[in-house]
């Protein structure tokens, strides 16, 4: 079964910069679907950013132009580079390939202070 192993996460300052890891314990080039998502406390777990079927990249608008998603598909590695940081950004993030039947990992805590 596929496994989706998280790192990078930390707490920083407002405009501060992290990058994400995310280890699959699968081939990421069988897995087109793939991406970040994030749960903050009482939200709904929300799709950050992700590779679609079509290999069409895709964004949440609150984080456009701010967090780049990228893959490394010989290490089997998915990164998130995340720059000019807000606090609303705080939450626990996952990588996840939701067509890929694997289950969905621990998380990484990201912390922004203002």
């Known amino acids: 079964q596929v496994q989706f192993v998280e790192s990078g996460g930390g707490l920083v300052q407002a405009g501060g910069t992290l990058t994400l890891s995310c280890a699959v314990s699968?081939?990421?080039?069988?897995?087109?679907?793939i991406g970040w998502y994030r749960q903050a406390p009482t939200y709904l777990r929300e799709l950050v950013a992700g590779?679609?079927?079509?290999?069409?990249?895709n964004y949440a608008d609150s984080v456009k132009g701010r967090f780049t998603i990228s893959r490394d598909n010989a290490k089997n590695m998915v990164y998130l580079q995340m720059n000019s940081l807000k606090p609303e950004d705080t939450a626990v993030y996952y990588c996840?390939?939701?067509?890929?039947?694997?289950?969905w990992g621990q998380g990484t805590q990201v912390t922004v202070s203002s």
């Open positions: 996840y390939g939701p067509l890929s039947g694997g289950r």
């Open positions: 590779f679609s079927l079509s290999g069409d990249i």
């Open positions: 699968g081939s990421t080039s069988s897995i087109n679907v």
